[in-house]
């Protein structure tokens, strides 16, 4: 498959991401309770250490499976996770906390993809994408603060397309791959989906709180997103290309 659309549409995001910044009252004081105030700033904290990375290896590894275009698409797609980081930290200013320096959920989720080829990290970020969509969300419908609000809107509009844009490149390093040994690749994405997703639910437990969600209520939703996400990659490698929202596809 071609990925000139997603090229051009992460070229033109820009002017999207601005839109949705220029709605956020970054100067607007915080209405939280100082309890709720350190659920919000545990759980940027972490985002913001995951969003961090450069991608370099990443991107050494999609640049030897030869596309260009891929290449240069997923180049940007590393931009974009970054601001969401960079967003992370504006968030954690207005709530006048600092950014942390380490963790150990994210030094492990680092070392595990390094360790690994392109489609098999691609495989892990799709299972991180999956799993946090639903705090995005959630923070987007419901913080009860504006500003907070505004982050979960920025950030929820890029990873719909984000998780859209790796279920188009894994469907084609599996088309080769036979049935049976794809049913084996599920039963293990899926082991390391429950264990992501009970980090996420734990580690932002009082942030879901805040946002009206039930922690295991939120636990069943984000292996629900993470199923679709898998079973589109592995039972459908050869379907069309879902190719970016901004289409209509």
């Not at 275009?69 to 967003?87: D, G, P, R």
């Not at 930290?89 to 392109?118: E, I, K, N, Q």
């Not at 799709?126 to 987007?140: K, Q, R, S």
């Not at 805040?210 to 589109?232: K, M, T, V």
Request: with cysteine; net charge positive; hydrophobic share 45%.
């Amino acid at each position: 498959m071609s990925f000139d659309d997603w090229l051009t549409h992460f070229r033109s995001n820009p002017a999207r991401q601005l839109m949705i910044e220029a709605g956020i009252d970054w100067d607007a004081p915080s209405p939280l309770d100082a309890r709720t105030r350190r659920a919000f700033v545990r759980s940027f904290q972490r985002f913001e250490l995951g969003e961090s990375g450069d991608g370099e290896r990443l991107l050494a590894k999609a640049s030897a499976a030869g596309d260009p275009t891929y290449l240069a698409a997923l180049e940007l797609l590393v931009v974009e996770e970054q601001k969401h980081s960079a967003l992370f930290r504006r968030g954690l200013d207005h709530l006048g906390a600092p950014t942390l320096s380490s963790h150990w959920s994210d030094a492990a989720f680092t070392t595990l993809r390094r360790a690994l080829g392109l489609r098999t990290e691609l495989a892990l970020f799709l299972i991180a994408e999956t799993v946090a969509m639903g705090y995005f969300v959630a923070l987007a419908e419901h913080a009860p603060d504006p500003v907070l609000r505004g982050i979960g809107r920025r950030i929820s509009t890029d990873e719909r397309d984000h998780i859209r844009f790796q279920i188009d490149r894994l469907r084609v390093g599996f088309r080769r791959m036979p049935g049976p040994a794809r049913v084996v690749v599920g039963l293990c994405w899926g082991v390391i989906a429950v264990g992501a997703a009970t980090v996420i639910t734990v580690d932002h437990r009082a942030a879901l709180r805040a946002c009206g969600l039930s922690p295991l209520d939120y636990w069943g939703r984000a292996l629900r997103q993470f199923r679709r996400a898998a079973q589109s990659v592995l039972t459908r490698p050869r379907a069309r290309p879902l190719g970016p929202t901004t289409k209509g596809s």
